[in-house]
């Protein structure tokens, strides 16, 4: 399994190993302790891979799916959930991984608890892209399938896709089809750009 980070804040980046939600088939990229382990160095959040239980790879499935609840709303200008927050902010509490210097650079352990270690600095990314998402852009890819959130950085403010790598090509090389079957028109539609009203509200 390889991971990506596109989306330009550890939280989001969390919240996007669950593809395609909206799907028949949603992937899921954490498909056991061990992966969410992986995740974790992969992300820099730890050093070395800990040894996580189902336990906690459940908590931390659930801590996942708090923040993407949380964001959304938040994007939609609805309130946050009284239980999401409250989880939320739980799991911000716990004790974050330990920085150590070394000689051989900078380490990053969970501890005894690794799972809620990984969960608290995922959760306090959260609370810190909740509480400026007045000053900051997120924004869903516009892949109609794709429900992976980003923070628009771009110079512009106009970002559309997650990443090139994955739905931007997805598009290009469907509107490059639809171009060549249909003589260059209703390429953009045959692309899936087409996005729904309550879509074009989140990124309001």
Avoid: H
Wanted: hydrophobic share 45%; glycine share 12%; charged share 20%.
């Amino acid at each position: 399994m390889t991971f990506v980070f596109v989306s330009g804040d550890l939280a989001l980046d969390f919240a996007g190993t669950l593809k395609w939600r909206r799907t028949a088939a949603p992937e899921e990229l954490l498909t056991g302790p061990a992966e969410a382990a992986r995740w974790a160095v992969a992300a820099g959040v730890l050093s070395t891979a800990p040894r996580l239980s189902t336990v906690e790879l459940a908590g931390l499935l659930e801590l996942r799916e708090t923040v993407y609840r949380l964001v959304v709303a938040g994007l939609a200008g609805q309130p946050w959930p009284p239980g999401d927050l409250r989880a939320l902010n739980a799991a911000a509490a716990a004790p974050p991984p330990r920085v150590t210097l070394t000689a051989g650079g900078v380490r990053r352990a969970g501890g005894p608890a690794a799972g809620a270690s990984i969960g608290a600095a995922v959760a306090v990314a959260a609370v810190e892209l909740l509480g400026s998402l007045g000053s900051v852009t997120v924004r869903e890819c516009a892949l109609d399938e794709c429900t992976r959130l980003f923070v628009d950085r771009s110079r512009a403010g106009n970002r559309t896709w997650c990443g090139m790598e994955e739905c931007g090509n997805r598009v290009k090389a469907a509107s490059y089809r639809a171009r060549r079957g249909a003589g260059g028109g209703g390429a953009q539609a045959a692309g899936g750009m087409a996005v729904s009203a309550s879509r074009q509200a989140m990124r309001s």
